[in-house]
């Protein structure tokens, strides 16, 4: 029976991922700009420590269950994540929430149109308190970032609540790739915190998925600081951004702790989504933040990795 401390614990370990996110909007506390080489490096830091855990931690902990037998449980739960994930994103695409109906009907028609070319003329806010008319060169980051941001300075509740949905999907796989790698909680040879032997994959897949959500959420709090938004607000969008991930740890380890049996499938299944994750949506993010740095970005973003990898593996085999 899973004890109601380990419950608890697990939820912080995911609320700290959430929290965490928040940390992208406090250089905005102190700068205008923040360095886009170091949000690169960070994505590659993540990267690295992700993929290392996957397949030298996660993996490996799958394969050890399936006893010198084919891990049939195994690779179907990697197959499954990475499915979910596809799925997840195909899901997203679909979703399109519209908050401005004129911007809308102009997007279909045309009306802004010259010369062939749309031109967004929302009315932007600066800093300052003032205004002016801005127009929409998509340097601003991913529409749903823009989106958050809107919503949160509308204080559009039902817009708010569909988007909280809308990153439930997007980040489950990561709460849940914490949840499993907690799965050991209690045995012996984890690291001792405060008298709980916690697994050492666990304290890094925590680590690692915070890191990945620091430029994550300074990528939600640029528009907002854009829209003139205070930096409390900015950083608690991020936060609720990323809200979803210890529901989604506590759910997974819960799962793989009462039913022991299918914990190859839950090794398989975060291996499977991180691993995806990675390769799918952390690069790309990463190389398209840094496509104005020297060398494209590709220097800051595989020296990250490289150090993720070389942090990570060492401490697996403590």
């Not at 949160?152 to 988007?163: C, S």
């Not at 914490?178 to 916690?198: D, H, K, R, T, Y």
């Not at 990463?286 to 990898?309: H, K, M, N, Q």
């Amino acid at each position: 029976m899973v004890i109601l401390s380990h419950i608890v614990l697990v939820f912080v370990a995911g609320l700290v991922t959430a929290l965490a996110t928040g940390l992208g909007a406090i250089p905005f506390f102190f700068v205008e700009e923040f360095s886009d080489s170091w949000n690169v490096a960070l994505w590659g830091i993540a990267s690295g420590i992700m993929v290392a855990a996957s397949l030298f931690g996660l993996i490996n902990e799958g394969l050890q269950y399936a006893a010198g037998g084919f891990p049939a449980l195994m690779i179907g739960g990697l197959l499954t994540g990475v499915a979910l994930v596809e799925a997840s994103d195909r899901l997203l695409d679909r979703i399109d929430i519209d908050t401005d109906d004129h911007a809308e009907t102009n997007h279909r028609h045309g009306n802004d149109s010259v010369g062939g070319e749309h031109t967004d003329t929302t009315t932007e806010i600066n800093t300052d308190g003032g205004s002016r008319p801005a127009t929409d060169t998509g340097t601003q980051g991913p529409d749903d970032h823009r989106l958050e941001a809107k919503a949160f300075a509308d204080g559009d509740l039902k817009t708010l609540v569909l988007i909280l949905g809308i990153l439930t999907v997007h980040s489950f796989p990561e709460g849940v790739a914490v949840g499993v790698s907690f799965a050991e909680l209690g045995f012996e040879g984890g690291m001792n915190v405060f008298g709980v032997a916690i697994p050492v994959l666990a304290v890094f897949m925590t680590v690692a998925i915070s890191i990945h959500n620091v430029p994550e959420g300074t990528a939600i709090a640029i528009p907002m600081r854009a829209m003139g938004l205070s930096k409390w607000r900015m950083v608690g969008a991020a936060v609720f951004s990323s809200l979803p991930q210890p529901i989604g740890a506590v759910i997974a380890f819960a799962f793989v702790t009462w039913a022991e049996s299918f914990l190859p499938f839950g090794f398989g299944f975060a291996a499977g989504a991180m691993i995806y994750l990675v390769i799918t949506e952390f690069i790309p993010e990463a190389l398209e933040t840094g496509s104005d740095l020297p060398y494209g970005g590709y220097r800051a973003l595989v020296g990250g990795i490289f150090a993720g990898v070389a942090v990570m593996v060492p401490l697996l085999y403590v």
